[in-house]
């Protein structure tokens, strides 16, 4: 085993990261598959959904159940639960904290709070709602690419007083290069001395498994991935890359090989995501993927030299 790597964890994300790509509409049957073959090849941990509520969220009537997670609907699609344990991400804001119930009483046993750097004091009060109810926690400071020093040391203190297990280290728009994301890890791992690490990374600029892996490296113990990299745009670090690289003895990868050619490759054809030039140019410009993913959905969806002009002419406006 790569003892470097041998204190990692892989969070795997498909459901929901991937649910930014279908809308969640996952079968009980997609996920239940997901579920085993992540438990059979060793994957610690299932981010199933989101938690967050539909009363305050608005004009998501159509989306599929893992955007909103109901712990008796969860019960009926995972009864029994094996080693890979469950977690649900939740956005500031957009949690009802009547929704979540005692862990002992829940399905879940991480909450991870995402959140922008100016909201970090926000994320950690839902924070500390968790950790009273009993579950693990991370915090996941997002498009880190676009923060300022002042900014991150402010979060740094606030960080460091409070009960939060794990912080994550979010590369939203798939721009950080690995001297960039290297030095990122090495600042929270200063600043933030009785923390553990996490990293999410989008595959944008084909970095996202180099730059989980140099991460991994250097002590970060929760790694996010997804099978076959679905998620949104660009699509993340995959899970069968970090289960077959990691070289931990407990990870297989013929279960997530089977998960890839029952459902992951027919589902491919008719959705997108993964390694394509408009999110390309979108990360390298270190911007979020939504003025591409609205490119996508035209007929002039391959049209890149026109769209790399109009995000590279300055009296362009657009916002990030
Ligand atoms: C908190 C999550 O890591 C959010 C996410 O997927 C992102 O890219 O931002």
């Known amino acids: 085993m790569n003892s470097k790597t041998s204190h990692c964890k892989i969070v795997d994300c498909t459901i929901r990261d991937g649910g930014l790509v279908n809308n969640w509409d996952f079968s009980v049957e997609f996920v239940q598959h997901l579920y085993n073959c992540l438990n059979d090849a060793g994957v610690e941990y299932m981010e199933i959904g989101y938690k967050n509520s539909p009363k305050l969220l608005k004009g998501a009537d159509s989306a599929g159940p893992w955007r ?19 977690s649900a991400l939740v956005d500031i804001g957009r949690v009802d904290e009547n929704d979540i119930l005692p862990r002992e009483q829940s399905m879940l046993d991480l909450i991870r709070v995402a959140c922008y750097i100016q909201d970090v004091d926000k994320a950690l009060e839902l924070v500390q709602l968790f950790h009273d109810r009993g579950y693990e926690t991370t ?19 606030q960080i460091n007083n409070s009960v ?19 030095h990122l890890v090495d600042k929270f791992r200063t600043h933030l001395p009785n923390k553990r690490l996490g990293v999410h990374t989008h595959n944008n600029m084909q970095l996202a498994f180099a730059n989980t892996l140099i991460a991994a490296e250097k002590g970060v113990e929760l790694l996010d991935a997804s099978v076959y ?49 408009p999110y390309m140019i979108t990360g390298m410009l270190d911007e979020h993927p939504r003025s591409a993913m609205a490119l996508r959905d035209t007929p002039d969806k391959d049209k890149s030299v026109d769209f790399y002009d109009k995000l590279t002419t300055p009296e362009v406006s657009h916002s990030k």
């Not at 639960?81 to 469950?86: C, G, Q, R, S, V």
């Not at 939060?164 to 290297?182: A, E, H, M, T």
């Not at 745009?233 to 069968?240: D, F, I, K, L, P």
């Open 68 to 86: 909103f997670l109901d712990d008796e609907f969860l019960r009926k699609v995972i009864p029994q639960k094996l080693n890979t344990k469950l």
């Open 139 to 157: 915090l996941n400071i997002m498009a880190l690419s676009n923060v300022m020093e002042h900014q991150l040391l402010e979060a740094f203190e």
């Open 164 to 182: 939060v297990d794990v912080v994550y280290i979010v590369d939203s728009y798939g721009s950080l290069k690995p001297n960039d994301f290297s």
């Open 229 to 277: 990299g679905m998620g949104r745009a660009a699509g993340n670090c995959t899970t069968e890359l970090l289960v077959a690289n990691l070289k931990n003895p407990k990870y297989k990868l013929r279960p997530v090989l089977d998960m890839i050619e029952t459902y992951m490759i027919p589902l491919r054809e008719k959705e997108e995501w993964g390694y394509i030039i």
